[in-house]
């Protein structure tokens, strides 16, 4: 089973940029899309991002205007650069691809 791997998660205020990484083992994105989700403490996870095999995008309307999700197929990574961040979009942040979940990166952003 493909492996995927976050990072790029930490402490950041209000208003600053982070961007999230998703390696994966295989070359798997040239096939599969890519969701970034994310899980607040006592929410449930939910979809803050896609992109296809093409390069189509979505967003949740809480994010869109501020996140974007890119794809660099060679280096078999998916990208989430996040920007204007709120104290709202505080979290674990996991991919998903191929019935694959990575282990997550933390997100905080706090003053």
């Known amino acids: 089973q493909v492996q995927l791997v976050e990072s790029g998660g930490g402490l950041v205020q209000p208003g600053g940029s982070l961007r999230l990484s998703c390696a994966a083992s295989?070359?798997?994105?040239?096939?599969?899309?890519v969701g970034w989700y994310r899980q607040a403490p006592g929410k449930q996870r939910e979809l803050v991002a896609t992109?296809?095999?093409?390069?189509?995008?979505g967003y949740a309307a809480s994010v869109k205007g501020r996140f974007t999700i890119s794809r660099d197929n060679a280096k078999k990574t998916v990208y989430l650069q996040m920007n204007s961040l709120k104290t709202e979009d505080t979290g674990v942040y996991y991919c998903?691809?191929?019935?694959?979940w990575g282990q997550g990166t933390q997100v905080t952003v706090s003053s």
């Open positions: 992109i296809t095999t093409i390069g189509i995008t």
């Open positions: 295989e070359s798997i994105f040239n096939f599969y899309g």
């Open positions: 998903h691809s191929e019935n694959s």
